[in-house]
């Protein structure tokens, strides 16, 4: 059974930093797309930053230059950092993993709170 489980969310002050990670329950890790999406209160989900499985990285512009995505295929554990934070981050943040061909998964989501 495929588990992903997100931490490191939490409340955080504008400017600051949070590091979140996502452990992966899931065969042939390396194998797969891993990235992050966020989903803000009556907002679509977007995707936040890629890491494919053949190390192309992706960010979207709302958090270039802020928001840095790495992965450890050692530890099935891919990380999102997230710094210079502002309050139009605050969102639920999933973790993301698909295989291709393959289904996709989702973790539970770890809020992201940034008040100003």
């Known amino acids: 059974q495929v588990q992903l489980v997100e931490s490191g969310g939490g409340l955080v002050q504008a400017g600051g930093s949070l590091r979140l990670s996502c452990v992966a329950s899931?065969?042939?890790?390396?194998?797969?797309?891993m990235g992050w999406y966020r989903q803000a209160p009556g907002k679509e989900r977007e995707l936040v930053a890629l890491?494919?499985?053949?190390?192309?990285?992706s960010i979207a512009d709302p958090v270039k230059g802020r928001f840095t995505i790495s992965r450890d295929n050692a530890k099935n554990t891919v990380y999102l950092q997230m710094s210079s934070l502002r309050p139009e981050d605050t969102a639920v943040y999933y973790c993301?993993?698909?295989?291709?061909?393959?289904?996709?998964?989702w973790g539970q989501g770890t809020q992201v709170t940034v008040s100003s």
């Open positions: 890491f494919t499985a053949s190390a192309v990285v």
């Open positions: 993301y993993a698909k295989r291709v061909p393959g289904n996709a998964y």
């Open positions: 899931i065969r042939f890790f390396s194998s797969h797309h």
